[in-house]
């Protein structure tokens, strides 16, 4: 099973920005999934959806609490997924995590492969 690596969290003030980037384990490893997604989980509370896209047909998904702000991408040798967080916000603190999964129906449905998350934490 492929690992997923993310990396870019850090402490920013608020109203600045971060991009984080999910990568497969094996350096240079494309990813075999079509479907990539954003989840974060902040202390205490559950995992919530951030942002999914699809390599195949470009299709992008965002929760309401980020749109406009968070944008979702990913380069075109399928190597890494960006997540690109503009006009952060001290409720963005969280840990964010990066999941293969697939569309289905309009919405994204996670799947099983996750990474081990990278923090990012975003100060008043």
């Known amino acids: 099973q492929v690992q997923l690596v993310e990396s870019g969290g850090g402490f920013v003030q608020a109203g600045g920005s971060l991009r984080l980037s999910c990568a497969a384990s094996?350096?240079?490893?494309?990813?075999?999934?079509?479907?990539m997604g954003w989840f974060r989980q902040a202390a205490g509370k559950e995992r919530e959806f951030v942002a999914a896209?699809?390599?195949?047909?470009?299709?992008?998904l965002y929760a309401d609490s980020v749109k406009g702000r968070f944008t979702i991408s990913g380069d075109n040798g399928k190597t890494t997924v960006f997540l690109q967080m503009n006009s952060l916000k001290p409720e963005d603190t969280a840990v964010y995590y990066c999941?293969?999964?697939?569309?289905?129906?309009?919405?994204?449905?996670?799947?099983?492969?996750w990474g081990q998350g990278t923090q990012v934490t975003v100060s008043s």
């Open positions: 896209m699809s390599w195949n047909g470009g299709r992008q």
């Open positions: 094996a350096s240079g490893r494309t990813f075999s999934w079509d479907d």
């Open positions: 999941n293969a999964g697939m569309f289905d129906a309009g919405t994204y449905r996670q799947g099983k492969s």
